[in-house]
């Protein structure tokens, strides 16, 4: 069996099983102007399944957007926010708020980088929905990947070194977590939103607000989709 099919098996498994957290990696600034007072969203920990329970996020206006959400220029492929959007606005929906927002400003630090995103928002919809946090844990996420880049290295003989993805493990620092992240227990399989499936791992501290996440899969693979797609039009 293809490790590409099995680990297809197992996400499916870790969608119905696995908590939703918002994670940033990346992380840019937002403010929104005008907003007053804090507001609840509460969220199901497992769409469809009532008895996982819910969470609660709190919104008071101010939070930080993954920085591939935000680009200066927009183009009419990208979906995320923008500055610069031509004649039309451009309004992005903050998942599981009923609000839509939009980029009106922005400051930069002294090398003149974006660092913060000022927002006006609506109530409505929008056809794409970005994650962000506002209270939030600091964590260290820990990425790995196939060790190999071909799968079958042993064929390169003497020569299979070469084919050692050089990706297969990453250590990404800082990655700003949702607060909910309090109520787990280490070996807890949690989704990260848009990002991927992750297990709390032992070197954690929950009390002492000490998270490190292993990562278990991508939330999506594309080799396999591709793999599957073209056997189906074969038959």
Same mark, same amino acid.
């Given at each position: 069996?293809?490790?590409?099919?099995?680990?297809?098996?197992?996400?499916?498994?870790?969608?119905?099983?696995?908590?939703?957290?918002?994670?940033?990696?990346?992380?840019?600034?937002?403010?929104?102007?005008?907003?007053?007072?804090?507001?609840?969203?509460?969220?199901?920990?497992?769409?469809?399944?009532?008895?996982?329970?819910?969470?609660?996020?709190?919104?008071?206006?101010?939070?930080?957007?993954?920085?591939?959400?935000?680009? %200066?220029? &927009?183009?009419?492929?990208?979906?995320?926010l923008a500055l610069n959007?031509? @004649? /039309?606005?451009?309004? !992005?929906?903050? #998942?599981?708020?009923?609000?839509?927002?939009?980029?009106?400003?922005?400051?930069?630090?002294?090398?003149?980088?974006?660092?913060?995103?000022?927002?006006?928002?609506?109530?409505?919809?929008?056809?794409?929905?970005?994650?962000?946090?506002?209270?939030?844990?600091?964590?260290?996420?820990r990425e790995y990947d196939?060790?190999?880049?071909?799968?079958?290295?042993?064929?390169?003989?003497?020569?299979?070194?070469?084919?050692?993805?050089?990706?297969?493990?990453?250590?990404?620092?800082?990655?700003?977590?949702?607060?909910?992240?309090?109520?787990?227990? %280490?070996? &807890?399989?949690?989704?990260?939103?848009?990002?991927?499936?992750?297990?709390? @791992? /032992?070197?954690?501290? !929950?009390?002492? #607000?000490?998270?490190?996440?292993?990562?278990?899969?991508?939330?999506?693979?594309?080799?396999?989709?591709?793999?599957?797609?073209?056997?189906?039009?074969?038959?």
């Open positions: 069996m293809a490790h590409e099919k099995l680990e297809e098996f197992i996400r499916q498994d870790l969608n119905k099983t696995s908590p939703r957290l918002f994670a940033v990696f990346d992380p840019i600034a937002f403010t929104v102007k005008g907003w007053e007072g804090t507001k609840e969203v509460v969220i199901d920990n497992v769409p469809g399944d009532e008895e996982a329970g819910t969470h609660t996020l709190n919104f008071s206006g101010k939070g930080f957007l993954e920085s591939s959400d935000f680009r %200066v220029d &927009d183009d009419a492929s990208y979906y995320g959007t031509g @004649d /039309k606005e451009k309004w !992005v929906k903050l #998942k599981y708020l009923s609000i839509c927002v939009r980029v009106v400003d922005v400051k930069r630090d002294d090398t003149g980088k974006v660092i913060e995103l000022i927002l006006e928002s609506k109530e409505g919809q929008a056809h794409h929905a970005i994650s962000w946090v506002a209270e939030t844990v600091t964590a260290e996420v196939y060790l190999f880049m071909s799968d079958e290295p042993g064929k390169l003989g003497d020569d299979w070194e070469k084919d050692l993805n050089p990706d297969s493990f990453k250590v990404r620092e800082n990655v700003l977590v949702d607060a909910s992240a309090l109520t787990l227990k %280490v070996e &807890d399989r949690v989704q990260f939103e848009r990002i991927g499936y992750y297990v709390l @791992d /032992k070197d954690s501290d !929950v009390a002492n #607000k000490k998270f490190v996440f292993n990562r278990t899969l991508t939330l999506k693979s594309k080799k396999w989709k591709k793999t599957n797609n073209k056997s189906a039009k074969k038959k």
